[in-house]
């Protein structure tokens, strides 16, 4: 279901960038409607390379890399005994 909401969007995005393409001022008139169609168009193309990254990436989720650590965790009361921790660090 996600993947159909984002192919939709990507279709819609790119769509809106074909459309309004061709009416941007991008040379010409002032440095503040270059400017803003600049940036209009990289806003597009992010929108559009993120919904296309996420409808092709596949099912598997990459797995991280990560190390252990553990240390001994130090108690105030000398009659417990002393307990390890292990924490994950990803790299």
């Known amino acids: 279901m996600k993947k159909v909401r984002a192919l939709s969007c990507f279709i819609l995005a790119l ?5 309004a393409a061709p009416r941007l001022p991008i ?4 440095e503040m409607a270059t400017g803003f169609s600049l940036i ?3 806003f597009a193309l992010l929108v559009i390379g993120g ?3 996420y409808v092709l990436r596949d099912g598997r ?3 991280r890399r990560s190390k252990s650590v553990s240390f001994k965790q130090e108690q ?3 009659r417990v005994a002393s307990k ?8």
Do not use: C, H, M
């Open 27 to 30: 040379e010409g008139f002032s």
């Open 40 to 42: 209009w168009t990289s």
């Open 76 to 78: 105030p009361n000398a």
């Open 84 to 91: 390890k921790r292990r924490v994950s660090i990803d790299l």
């Open 51 to 53: 919904n296309l990254q």
């Open 15 to 19: 769509g809106l960038l074909f459309y």
């Open 61 to 63: 989720r990459t797995r």
